[in-house]
């Protein structure tokens, strides 16, 4: 049953209302995060970068064009080129993102599957989890940033050298999958895993059939932990190995001629951000696809509604989307 | 006739990690027949429950003999001689009910033809045929029983042991299945069913002899004819010896306490 709005936006009109609202919200936020940007660079250059409280002086030095840019500029500059008779920066920047998409996808791919044989292997021995859980742990204190510059060289030596930047993207995605696919392997109910045992299943139809059913959703949160963690993963693994072509590439030589132009380094962290919420969103999607049972809906639900909640809003919306698709007769 | 379950001076202790036991059944004695249909009742703790889960080979007994067909409880497990039934319907919520249905016969390795036709036949048999494509939460708690008794019923056990199917239902809904389990138990001739409950008129309306159990250590107080006609209907309810059986089982249950 939908339910129906008094005065149907003729615009928006084809979302639920709930998204709608959460549609809203993100503009509105948008719009704060402006409006405070250019207003805060206003009273900077209203006050002479002073104000005068009385008894307090506030500095707003920071509020200069140098570090704070105007949101046009940074918008501006993704139209202009870069260099003299160069492709405009968006283009420049939309083919290193897809460069650094596929060593983050790559690192994605093998993080993932690292993280679930791993936590299959924990699910089942309660030794190897005790001995090697806590190693898994401390793996994830050690600063990437110092891991990076090692992991590169490394790579090099062993001759494997575009593998490295996948590596260290791997590295950060693999940790979330094995801690919430261990939970969603072991969080059976002892009724569902009795019944299994009154059929006399096997180990290995108890994982497929079962517990690796049940992990599914966790799998997921995980994943939608690690999509972004990859970009960021792939972007720090670019620094340290001098690979030109990808966001970290970029970012590098934005920030070195950072004085002659702000916005293009603003500009670049934009695309990388948008990246990795393109990421987000597309494993989102994949979850409303997999997961198909919580939800019962349409695919156009599937692809468009619900990864625009699950976007703001950041959790699927489980409940919301039960009461509203139909029910039990 | 033939003896189903054979249970002779059947013991069970249940010891925890710090070293307290609990004596959960007590020389057990008894035997079921085929086509029989035997209730377990007795209040909380008096282990009703553990006895079906020794009879299903979820857990093994201390001491005692407990025979299934002929067979020990972990070889009748893996010939898959019974259908087990939970008081939570135990649906895999990431399958369609049909695909519930279906599961036990996946895990046998039957032919997806024959999965696809038991599994349409069983949900004929429990009148949930235009739900196959639903997910369990959009059905009710007793829709969702009767999945899982379609589920036990497709591989054709001929024995099935429920462990308080109906205890989370209402009355309504209970008596309402309680009669589709009657009708079930008719059509498939030979079939013998142990039921758990803690209900005295269901235990008394269902049962061919209904087992009273006493707690800590849980015994056997007395086995209980029912020699109420069947088919029961419930006009069975009505009638003077239905109430003088149920009163007998309630003072059995009274001075066993």
Redesign the interface.
Known sequence: MAKTTATPNRLLGWLPEESRLTLLYFCLIIVIIVGGWEGLKWLGQETNYSLNLGPVQIGLSKTRDLTMPHIRDIIGALGEPAQRNGPPLIQQLTEAALFTFREAFLGFTIGTTLGLLLAIIFAHSRLLQRGLLPYVVASQTIPILALAPMVIIWSDKLGARAMGVPIIAAYLAFFPVVIYALRGLSDVPDTALELMQSYAASRWTILWKLRMQNAVPYIFTALKITAPASVVGAVIGELPSGIQDGLGGQIINFSQYYVSGPPRLWATNLITALLGIGFFVAVAVAERFVVRWKYADTIFNRIFVDPVINLFVGIPPLFTSRSTDKKKK | MTTVISIENLDKIFESRDGNTVHALKDINLEVEQGEFVSLIGPSGCGKSTLLRLI???IEPTSGHLMINGLSPRQA????Q???I?Q?A?L?????VIKNVQ??L???NYSRRERDERARQMLELVELS??AN??P????GG?QQRVSIARALAFEPNLLLMDEPFGALDEMTRERLNNELLAIWRTISSMTVVFVTHNISEAVYLSSRVVVMSPRPGQIVDIVDIDLPRPRTPETMDSDHYFHLISQVRHLLREAH
């Open positions: 299903a080979d979820l497990r893996l010939h898959r019974y259908g087990f939970f939570n135990t895999y919520e990431w399958r369609t599961l036990p996946e895990v046998m235009d739900f639903h997910y939460w959009q059905l009710s829709m």
